[in-house]
């Protein structure tokens, strides 16, 4: 089974690019997590809402027309689909849905950037804490976890190119990266960095106004994330580099 998540900075945008259909036949994969779909499913092409083969699910923005959202797009039928995490200043942004299958329960999580000042700061922050018990109840629960989606920071100074210069820039705050070490310290394991624990260079997004993405000057802000015993059922991750449409590129996770 091939998971796919990807920022795609625009789901109707890339579909004016030609790119979306494009991907999903070229890489053929059994479930897509979009992050940033800043469409209601309403204002979505036919051929984009209702795609051959897959079963297709949107949670959007509420509070402001063309913002964030997630979707995904499943070729086996979820056996129930939740949309948020039960917290509405959180789920009127669009940001979570939650589909669970026979082995696992997979949540796609566009988690807030925390940028144009300290309040939003302080609400991805919050954001971060509310979405660590939402997930920690369902593994009480019994239920293997992936997460996946853009978390918005950069866990370690690898995981991005200029770690110096960004150390006081919201990203790669110190708590914003303590939240990553506690969901680490609590069970779960950064696929990628499981398999390629000193691997460099390794960037999922790049400015497009500088044209970082052309000298690779990157970070490492997208992710899966799987509880500790469930790691053995994942074969491989690969980030996609060389898919082009958005400002980040997806990463698969093969189980």
């Known amino acids: 089974m091939k998971i796919v998540s990807w920022n795609i900075n625009g789901l109707r ?57 997630v979707a995904i797009y499943t070729k086996e039928k979820p056996q129930e689909v939740k949309y948020g995490i039960g917290i509405k200043k959180f789920d009127e942004e669009g940001r979570v849905i939650v589909a669970l299958y026979d082995s696992f329960v997979l949540l796609n999580v566009y988690f807030p950037n925390g940028g144009q000042g300290p309040d939003r700061l302080a609400y991805k922050l919050e954001f971060y804490d509310a979405f660590w018990e939402y997930v920690e109840k369902l593994k009480k629960e019994g239920l293997n976890i992936i997460f996946c989606g853009d978390v918005n920071t950069a866990h370690k100074e690898i995981d991005l190119a200029r770690p110096k ?33 000193e691997k460099k260079e390794q960037y999922t997004y790049w400015d497009l106004k500088s044209r970082a ?26 980030i996609l580099s060389d898919i082009f449409g958005s400002d980040h590129c997806p990463v698969m996770l093969e189980l």
């Open 13 to 69: 945008a890339l579909h004016k690019k030609g790119l979306f259909l494009d991907f999903l036949k070229k890489e053929n994969p059994d479930i897509l997590c979009l992050q940033e779909t800043k469409a209601e499913e309403d204002q979505l092409p036919d051929e984009v809402k209702k795609t051959e083969e897959y079963h297709s699910y949107f949670s959007s923005s509420e509070k402001k027309k063309g913002y964030s959202g």
């Open 165 to 197: 210069a960004n150390e006081t820039k919201t990203g790669f705050l110190l708590e914003e990266r303590a939240w990553i070490d506690k969901v680490e310290d609590g069970g779960y394991v950064d696929v990628f960095r499981h398999f390629y624990p």
């Open 213 to 238: 993405r052309e000298r690779n000057v990157g970070w490492r802000l997208d992710y899966f994330f799987v509880n500790d015993s469930f790691v053995k059922n994942v074969k491989s991750i690969k």
